[in-house]
């Protein structure tokens, strides 16, 4: 089982829609867990902590379930700019190198 | 600031060929790391250093080889490529205060083997 499993899509989502994904993870002792998106052939880069409580930054929502080891990512009104592929990333750890990368939801938005 | 920067964007080498990786930020950060995507899996470290003078293995170091003299650099070595080596590096840094940090992402270089 992977460490970290993701649906790799493509998910295609008419603009203006709510779209969300899930990601889960096999290690019960991970610490932080984090959303980075990557624009095709781009680097990936921070889009949001993901904290117990919950959080929302704009549009954009993510929830931690620990109990069930499941992360995600609600997108409202989504945009086109909003195309592009979504990492889930677990530490399992205090420290970077522990960082564990899943392989990626692909999200296109259709005009 | 240019954040993270590496060279070249693209390589392609013949197999048996060495070659170095070019990662530098200017950031001030003392960890940098580095990685490699492959089509249907996640990004899997390579190599880490969580300060000058001081690296250490990740996932996947077979093949590769490190050094981090300064805070700045970070230099990735190619021994003998392989075309299992074809893949895209990303380089990266981050600040090593604790579990929560952002890692920033260079560019990347995207290398062929034949």
């Known amino acids: 089982r992977k460490e970290v499993e993701q649906d790799p899509g493509p998910f295609n989502v008419p603009e203006g829609a709510t779209v969300a994904f899930n990601c889960t993870y096999s290690n019960s002792a991970s610490q932080s867990f984090f959303w980075y998106r990557q624009d095709c052939r781009k680097e990936p880069k921070l889009l949001m902590s993901?904290?117990?409580s919950g959080n929302e930054d704009g549009r954009f929502t993510a929830q931690l379930n620990r109990a069930s080891q499941y992360i995600s990512l609600l997108i409202r009104d989504s945009k086109l700019s909003d195309s592009a592929t979504y990492l889930c990333?677990?530490?399992?750890?205090?420290?970077?190198?522990?960082?564990?990368f899943g392989t990626g939801t692909r999200l296109t938005i259709i005009p | 600031n240019a954040g993270v920067t590496q060279t070249p964007k693209f390589q392609v080498l013949k197999t048996g060929q060495s070659m170095t990786l070019q990662c530098a930020q200017d950031?001030?950060?003392?960890?940098m790391s580095w990685y490699r995507q492959d089509p249907g899996m996640g990004l899997r470290l390579i190599h880490y250093s969580v300060g000058a003078g001081i690296t250490d293995q990740g996932e996947v170091p077979n093949g590769y080889n490190v050094s981090r003299s300064t805070t700045e650099d970070f230099p990735l070595r190619l021994l003998s490529a392989a075309p299992s080596q074809t893949s895209v590096y990303f380089c990266?840094?981050?600040?090593?205060?604790?579990?929560?940090?952002?890692?920033?992402f260079g560019p990347g270089t995207r290398l062929t083997v034949l």
């Open positions: 993901v904290y117990s």
């Open positions: 990266a840094s981050s600040t090593p205060s604790g579990s929560r940090d952002e890692q920033f």
């Open positions: 990333v677990v530490n399992l750890g205090f420290g970077n190198e522990k960082l564990t």
């Open positions: 950031m001030n950060h003392e960890y």
